[in-house]
């Protein structure tokens, strides 16, 4: 069974108390970094990829609550929603795996609360990983959670939801998009912002990022895994294994 837990870790305290007590006093602080994260630049991106052209404020601030809430977002959704999924062993340590739209910056919060336990078994263990503690990781993953999901073993912990959006901050964000797509020349007289091919090579050596093939937009992320812009589903240009897909040439985007 292929196992992706990225972002496993181990909470260093094992009172579950003491823990919900720590996610509750980085909140605050965490909700305000949400906020500042979320960029003009983004909400452009949402603004053209979601059809959302010639919209005033208020409908594109909607479809952005709507977008955040749903669970069928893609790697071009904004960034703003952060959940812990917490599961005590008894008598022992609290694991978890965090959700976070904003990695790097998330995890910054509560890296003081917390030791990686990331575990996959796609590729070699890390080097700073003993072979027995990869082991350990592996033994105790499948302890956990079996067979099944964390949305079936473990409870969340919001740190950061749909709800923290700052209406006044996003309202004035989003205006502030609007204008600049308008100066682009991308509001007025419809969608004008195209993405134009660049250089062509082979899908293997594309490190990631946009890329098209077939004169369809794909994103490829940094764990060689690819999405089509326009549907989310998973890219594979015909093919029907991995090496099949490697061979591919596509163009990079400029």
């Known amino acids: 069974m292929s196992t992706k837990l990225y972002y496993g870790i181990r909470f260093k305290s094992r009172n579950m108390a003491d823990i919900l007590q720590q996610l509750l006093s980085i909140r605050k602080e965490t909700v305000k970094l949400a906020n500042e994260l979320l960029t003009v630049d983004e909400l452009k991106m949402f603004i053209v990829f979601n059809n959302l052209i010639g919209c005033n404020v208020y409908e594109i601030y909607r479809a952005l609550i709507n977008e955040l809430k749903s669970d069928m977002r893609t790697l071009l959704s904004p960034n703003f929603n952060f959940t ?11 694991y978890g795996y965090y959700f976070a739209d904003d990695v790097e910056e998330y995890f910054k919060k509560i890296e003081p609360l917390v030791e990686d336990y990331h575990y996959q078994n796609q590729c070699d263990k ?6 027995r503690e990869w082991n350990n990781r592996r033994k105790k993953w499948d302890k956990i959670l079996g067979y099944d999901s964390f949305t079936q073993r473990a409870f969340n912990f919001t740190v950061v939801g749909t709800c923290d959006l700052d209406i006044i901050l996003t309202y004035n964000k989003i205006r502030e998009a609007i204008e600049a797509l308008k100066a682009e020349d991308c509001w007025a007289d419809g969608l004008k912002l195209k993405f134009k091919p660049d250089t062509e090579m082979c ?7 946009l890329f098209i093939y077939d004169n369809t937009l794909c994103f490829k992320d940094e764990y ?3 999405y089509i812009i326009s549907s989310g589903e998973a890219f594979w240009g015909g093919t029907k294994t991995k090496d099949e897909r490697d061979k591919l040439i596509i163009k990079t985007v400029k």
């Open 126 to 131: 890390p080097d700073e990983i003993s072979t």
């Open 224 to 226: 060689n895994d690819s």
């Open 203 to 209: 899908y293997s050596e594309y490190p990631h990022g």
């Open 84 to 94: 812990i999924s917490l599961i005590p062993e008894k008598n022992g340590y609290v």
